[in-house]
Structure formats: structure tokens, C-alpha cells
């Protein structure tokens, strides 16, 4: 089935440093990603909607200079946080959606990405 | 706007338990209702889901039925197994499968 791989799966970093977290569709294309963010005991929130070779579309309250996504491919879409503070200390999750062949429309979600900031 | 509220937990059940993770929903017009299973280390998955009133979605022997009248997606299961141990998240969508709206999960531990 399709696969959706992020990387890494945890990081911590240095208060105002940046973090670049990928991810990738292993065996399909995805012209359409989606970005999650988790605090502790929260729901998933969506963040932005990723869309190859256009900018992103973020949700309201959602700050695009601070979180910059970057989808230059088919298979790639990547999160950037920039200057990082502690209060971005988050599980990050990304999903992508297989318009093609058998998984056509299906969303498939990676396993996230732990970002600590100290 | 949308939003998704699901039992809190953890759940601890013993093995060949009867389950039932409650899940209501606010939305405008007619949003299609999922239930996600992430096992540990692992992505979300889709569980089940259901498009309009009074479907009943169902895979791997849960259940849960979109009840209009009370908002609500409960997720059931007859007989858990220590495999089902995973956290649930409810979701919906007003635009098919796409731009989610999640509850807060529910861990369900099962014991044998």
C-alpha cells in the first residue's frame, strides 16, 4: 500500500535555529500534502495544505514566515520552522492523498516528527 | 465552525471486551465521518468511515454508524483483541477526505 515516510522522526534543536522536517510519498505521487501539528492531549490541527509547484495554503492563525513549506516535487513536501522557540516544541505530522491507479483519493499519513526546542 | 469531540481516555479493556469509543460532532451541512487507528510508531490509518446519514462503516470488525439526529460516530467492537491496542482519533470532513478535523484521541490498551 502507499507509504508516506517523514524524516526525522525526532529532533531537538537550539532556541532560534531552524528545523527542516521532510516528507515523502514512497510509491506514489501526491500533487496535494497536508500539515498537522499535536500538542499533548490535543487534537491534530491542521497547519497548511502543500500543493507541487504552488505555494501553500495556510490555515488561519497559522504564520507562513515562520513555518515555510517547500513542495518542489511530486514526492516531496518539507516544513521548515524558522527561528525556533520552545513554544514550537510539537508532534508534526504530514499526510498526502494518491490520486492514482487502486489508492486513488486515499490519504495516507506519515508517522510525525517530534520537534523539541530548548 | 467544525469540531470533533471524542471520549477522553486512556481505555484499558481486557482481551474479548466489548468496546465503545464515543465521538459527536459539530459541522454545517453534511461532513463525512472517519475513525483513524494509529498503532505505535506508526502513521494514522484509515479505520472506517461513512459519507451521509445513517451509514454504517465498518473494517476489521469495528463499527460505527453516522447518526444525524445526535451528531455523533461512535466507534464499537464486539470482541477487542491485545492487537486493537492503539490510539482512535474521530475525524471529519466537509470536503470528502481532505482538510480533517480531529478529535483528541483516545488510547486503548488491551490487556489479556
Given amino acids: 500500500g502507499a507509504v508516506v515516510s517523514q524524516h526525522p522522526s525526532w529532533v531537538i534543536c537550539k532556541s532560534g535555529t531552524s528545523v527542516k522536517i521532510e516528507c515523502r ?3 506514489f505521487q501526491a500533487t496535494t500534502m497536508f500539515w498537522y501539528r499535536q ?8 497547519m497548511a495544505t502543500s500543493n507541487e509547484g ?6 488561519q492563525g497559522v504564520e507562513k514566515d515562520k513555518f515555510l513549506i517547500n513542495h518542489a516535487s511530486l514526492t516531496l513536501s518539507t516544513l521548515t520552522v524558522t527561528s525556533a522557540h520552545p513554544e514550537d516544541s510539537s508532534f508534526y505530522i504530514c499526510s498526502a492523498r494518491d490520486h492514482t491507479g487502486s489508492g486513488a483519493n486515499v490519504l495516507t499519513f506519515g508517522a510525525g516528527s517530534r520537534l523539541t526546542v530548548l | 465552525g467544525n ?3 471524542q471520549m477522553e481516555g486512556p481505555v484499558t479493556l481486557s482481551e474479548e471486551a466489548f468496546l465503545t469509543i464515543n465521538c459527536t460532532y459539530t459541522a ?20 472506517l468511515k461513512a459519507t451521509k446519514a445513517d451509514d454504517k462503516g465498518s473494517n476489521k470488525g469495528f463499527e460505527a454508524t453516522y447518526r444525524k439526529e445526535t451528531t455523533s ?3 464499537e467492537k464486539g ?3 491485545v492487537s486493537d491496542s492503539a490510539v482512535y482519533f474521530c475525524a471529519l470532513s466537509p470536503f470528502g477526505n481532505e ?3 480531529f478529535g483528541t484521541g483516545t488510547r486503548l490498551t488491551i490487556i489479556p
Avoid at chain 1, 54 to 59: I, L, R
Avoid at chain 2, 28 to 47: A, D, I, K, N, R
Fill in chain 1, 25 to 27: 510519498s514512497l510509491d
Fill in chain 1, 39 to 46: 500538542f499533548p492531549k490535543q487534537s491534530l490541527m491542521l
Fill in chain 1, 54 to 59: 504552488s505555494k501553500a495554503t495556510y490555515e
Fill in chain 2, 3 to 5: 469540531s470533533v469531540t
Fill in chain 2, 28 to 47: 454545517t451541512g453534511y461532513p463525512s465521518l472517519f475513525w483513524y487507528v494509529q498503532y505505535p510508531g506508526e502513521g494514522l490509518q484509515l479505520l
Fill in chain 2, 73 to 75: 460516530f461512535h466507534l
Fill in chain 2, 79 to 81: 470482541s477487542v483483541q
Fill in chain 2, 99 to 101: 482538510k480533517l478535523t
